[in-house]
Every structure is written in structure tokens, then in C-alpha cells.
């Protein structure tokens, strides 16, 4: 954990989305704020039931360096939803194996507000502590260009459909989960897929190899790619088909 604020094993669960520290031999069930989106389980893994809102988007902004806790703390004592996606990882602990969790992307925190609110936030003057460093920022989208000023980029927010299956894939307890860089990836087809069986069931994403095994990378915005853990290639759907669900549209055909 790159926070500088030293947290017990047993830290507030309102850490993290609801996780502590460290969940010992095995991952505890989701236990959310009211500041993050309602997850909730069934037979086909997790969904997310996060219902869109036409004033509100999901705004992806940067946190200064190790601070994340306090971020985090920061935006829901503002009474806002926000998200930060946790790592589950296995350590050995006095001999012992243990599952411990850790911001899976320590400079970014994702909060669900409308772009008043979210400035707002921004402007506040508690936002720079001493050191004089503003502890939240916004992240921009290099890939587009404000309409009034051509020269600027806008703030970076991100789709309701997409961030639902962001939050699908890293609310799943599996330590394979990983951040990837676009550097050095083989996608084996271009196309996007849907996983149709196992822990990973109605994920979406590509299907590239990462360390000689077959996985499904999930973008949330340009250069920033989660992995799912080894996915087999009768759990991927092979069929052209276009599937339709939570408003993502998309066509997926691939071959074994």
C-alpha cells in the first residue's frame, strides 16, 4: 500500500470499498459504503446494479502520491460516490498464506457526480494540505479537445457501461486480477468478446496472451488495461452474435 498513513491489519472498513487491509486466509463478500456503486451476486458472478444518471458521470481523477486513503476519505465525507478498485494479493504471513488487498491503481480514484459537484470539490481550500500539494486533480482526455477552447482538453469521464464492467471484473476476489500496460500486447483478435462461463462470466473486454496464458483485457481509457486471471478458450464466446445488455452494444467473433 503506497498511502503514507500507516493502517492496522484490521483497518476501517470504509477503506477501499468496504475492504479491510488485510481479509486474512480468504476474501471476505463485498462490504460496500453507501459512497460506492451496490454490488451484489448471483449465479453468474457479480453484477453491478449501478443506475445511470443523466446529470451525473463518472469522472476519473488523479491522487498525488500515496495518498489515496486520504483521498478517498476526502470525497465521501463530501457525501459522493467513489470508487477505487482493490487488488487482492497472496503473501505468506508467519508461514502462513494470506490474501491482503491494495489500491489496484494507487493515482486514480473514480467518482460518480455531476461536473458542478466535481468542480466544486476541486475548488475546495482543504483540498491542499501544507505541503501544498493538491491532493486531487483532474485527469485529462488527451484524445478529444474542449469545443470553446480547441487548444484545452476536458476533464476524462468515462461511460456508464464501461465503468459498470470495470467495477464487475475488479469487485471478483481473484489475485490474478492485474494491471497491464498497452506495451508488448498481443491481442490474439481484435474483436471484444463476452465471457460466457466461470468467475468471469458477462465480462467484456479482448483477448490477448499476458505471460503465455490466454486472458481478457478490460479498457477503461486509453492505457489503462485490467486482465482478468487465465481465462480457457470454451469460456470465451466464439459466435457473432451482438450483444445487448446494461445499454453495451458490441459485435464478438472469435475463433479458437
Known amino acids: 500500500m503506497e498511502d503514507n498513513t500507516k493502517q492496522p491489519p484490521t483497518a ?17 463478500s463485498a462490504r460496500l459504503t453507501s459512497c460506492t456503486p451496490s454490488i451484489s451476486k448471483d449465479k453468474g458472478g457479480v453484477s453491478v446494479e449501478n443506475v445511470p444518471s443523466e446529470n451525473k458521470q463518472w469522472f476519473v481523477l488523479r491522487v498525488s502520491y500515496g495518498r489515496i486513503i486520504k483521498a478517498k476519505a476526502f470525497v465521501e465525507a463530501k457525501e459522493l460516490e467513489c470508487y477505487v478498485p482493490l487488488r487482492y ?7 502462513k498464506k494470506r490474501i491482503i488487498t491494495e489500491p ?13 459537484q466535481v468542480d466544486s470539490l476541486l475548488q475546495d481550500k482543504s483540498i491542499k494540505p501544507l ?3 493538491a491532493l486531487l486533480s483532474y485527469y485529462y482526455d488527451h484524445t478529444s479537445h474542449c469545443e470553446k477552447s480547441p487548444t484545452k482538453n476536458p476533464p476524462l469521464v468515462i461511460s456508464d457501461s464501461v465503468m459498470d464492467n470495470f467495477i464487475r ?3 471478483i476476489h481473484n489475485p490474478h486480477i492485474i494491471p497491464v500496460t498497452s506495451e508488448n500486447i498481443k491481442y490474439k483478435l481484435g474483436d471484444e468478446v463476452v465471457i460466457t462461463e466461470g468467475e468471469f462470466k458477462d465480462i467484456r473486454g479482448r483477448v490477448a496472451r499476458i505471460g503465455g496464458q490466454q486472458r ?4 477503461l481509457f486509453d492505457g489503462c ?12 464466446d466464439k459466435t457473432i452474435k451482438i450483444l445487448q ?4 452494444r458490441f459485435q464478438a467473433n472469435i475463433d479458437k
Do not use: M, W
Open 12 to 28: 476501517d472498513a470504509s477503506l477501499y470499498n468496504g475492504q479491510p487491509t488485510d481479509t486474512g486466509s480468504s476474501c471476505p
Open 89 to 95: 494479493k497472496e503473501i505468506r504471513k508467519q508461514g
Open 104 to 116: 489496484l491503481l494507487p493515482s486514480f480514484l473514480f467518482v460518480h457526480a455531476s461536473a458542478k
Open 131 to 133: 505541503e501544498n500539494i
Open 169 to 171: 471484473l475488479t469487485s
Open 216 to 219: 481478457v483485457l478490460v479498457e
Open 225 to 236: 488495461l485490467v486482465a482478468t486471471a487465465y481465462v480457457p478458450a470454451s469460456c470465451v
Open 245 to 248: 445488455k446494461e445499454g453495451f
